[in-house]
């Protein structure tokens, strides 16, 4: 009878990973496009964003810029000194980055905090990153 329940249990949660998307696949990943056009509602939200990266700050490296192929729209993911650096090797490679989106602070008073230093290759526009938790090279074919 407990193998019975076990079993039953067990086909349980697996129907229920698959159908919230936890088994990996590609539904839980935010489109870079949509996010730059919603971010301001997205402020706080937990994301996983994927795309092509095009730039590893290389004077501090907590810096990434995540390039969608679609629109060509980019994102920059901030590292924090849990994660650390940032690998270099993620250039010229996609990565799949899971964070918090974060709205900047533009300081238009020089009395106040410095303002974020501007990274080469970064858009003053930009008014959101996403605090990076988590990043990973992954293989495009396998997407």
Known sequence: MKNKISLLFLISALLILSVTGCTGNKSNVTDIGDLIINAESMIDEHVIVEGLCTHVCEKSGMKL???????GQ?????SSATLGKFD???VDNFVRVRG????????????HLHETE???GEESQILFHIAAEHYQIIDKEKL
Not at 74 to 78: D, L, P
């Open 65 to 71: 810029f995540l390039k969608d192929e679609a629109s």
């Open 74 to 78: 980019t994102v920059r993911a901030e």
């Open 88 to 90: 270099p090797d993620c």
């Open 100 to 111: 918090t989106i974060v709205k900047d602070v533009k300081l238009t008073d020089s009395t």
């Open 118 to 120: 501007v990274c080469e």
